[in-house]
């Protein structure tokens, strides 16, 4: 199978399950796994933050650190598109007791004056604003880079109102790789952040939040109490470890494939690709084809191709580390000769 579904299905390399054979652990709850205290300070040290804290996933990192910088009855500014709101299920809600007010956004990115008339003012009818969230590289945006400068903005305002920006960077290094740049250049302009392991640096499970020391202890204990508190977990911070420091100067080959599979796909007479290919993600219009998608994607799986809905009229592709140039261009060919015959 030729799965382009997400970069999330990435198996473990060799060397990730070796190291997980061969990890030293401890009880994390107790402070006392080695591996995981190395990940962590390994993490902290790249994301220039003061310290990090290992979690299940990326949707619990990103719940923790609502859960953290907010107060039931608190509204979050988040672009609309935003994976906190899209798909996690109203988690925020749910759990932090907290309102959304989502903003369009181009590209994954708010624009500054639309967030200067977001943020509530001194009224008692109001919430008060108790975070903003940003996205980069953006999923619903198609993998697209938010620019430096527009978070450093966001950044300036959020600072002027003495709000905390949190980061949901599940695909950061994508952003990071692509322009040759180390994620603390991102990661300055933020308060908090969220990684995944598990995407396509290509770890099995895990993610990383990152803020300052105090952020982290009040972090760490919402984590307990969501039940994340895992025991010997080093099995699963040792491959983390590789992840982060050795699986990211490849994502620029997913990147070449994407553009590569798009180019491919554009010529299709009654095909769309929505989006610009900053990086991995590749979001294809079906609207004018005589295929729904749901037929679309159950042709290309009998072809032996895997891919996702993403809205009523379109399916994205995501390219990673199993998907080869032949992959490519097997895709690349099905699609012509499906949608030239369907
Ligand atoms: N995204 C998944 C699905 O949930 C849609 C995917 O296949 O792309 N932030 C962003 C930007 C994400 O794309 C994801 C996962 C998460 C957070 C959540 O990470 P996990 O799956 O580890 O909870």
């Known amino acids: 199978m030729i799965d382009l579904r997400s970069d999330t299905i990435t198996r473990p390399t060799e060397e990730m399950r070796r190291a997980m054979y061969e990890a030293e652990v401890g009880d994390d709850v107790f402070g006392e796994d080695p591996t995981v205290r190395k990940l962590e300070e390994k993490a902290a040290e790249i994301l220039g933050k003061e310290a990090a804290l ?42 932090a007791g ?62 002027d109102f003495n709000i905390p920006v949190h980061l949901d960077g599940a695909r950061l290094f994508n952003a990071s790789a692509e ?43 919402w984590r307990k109490r969501l039940g994340g508190g895992l025991r010997q ?5 040792a491959p983390g470890l590789i992840a982060l420091t050795e699986m990211a100067e490849r994502l620029k080959e997913d990147h070449v494939r994407a553009r590569r599979l798009a180019d491919g796909l ?18 294809v219009d ?20 895997l891919a996702v809905p993403f809205g009523p009229t379109t399916i994205r592709l995501t390219t990673h580390h199993h998907i080869t140039d032949e992959d490519i261009d097997q895709t690349i060919k099905t699609f012509h000769q499906l949608l030239q015959t369907v």
């Open 266 to 283: 554009k010529d299709l007479p009654d095909v769309e690709i929505l989006n610009e290919v900053d990086t991995n993600i590749v979001v």
């Open 54 to 95: 290992f979690v299940t996933s990326g949707t619990q990192g990103n719940q923790i650190a609502v859960l953290t910088h907010c107060q039931p009855g608190n509204e979050v500014l988040l672009e609309e598109d935003a994976h906190i709101f899209y798909y996690e299920g109203g988690a925020i809600s749910a759990f």
């Open 233 to 237: 977990v080093g099995v699963l911070a």
């Open 179 to 221: 322009l040759e740049m180390p994620v603390s250049t991102f990661t300055q302009h933020t308060t908090t952040v969220q990684i995944c392991l598990s995407k396509g640096l290509g770890a099995p499970a895990g993610s990383i939040i990152a803020g300052d020391q105090d952020f982290i202890k009040r972090a760490r204990k």
């Open 286 to 305: 079906i609207s004018n084809t005589s295929n729904s998608v749901e037929e679309l994607l159950a042709a290309l799986k009998m072809q032996g191709i």
């Open 98 to 159: 907290v309102q959304t007010r989502t903003i369009k956004g181009y590209r994954g990115q708010i624009n500054p004056h639309d967030l200067k008339k977001a943020i509530r003012g001194d009224d008692i009818h109001f919430p008060e604003t108790g975070l903003i969230c940003i996205e980069n590289t953006h999923n619903r945006a198609g993998g697209a880079i938010v620019p430096i400068e527009n978070m450093c903005e966001i950044h300036q305002i959020a600072t």
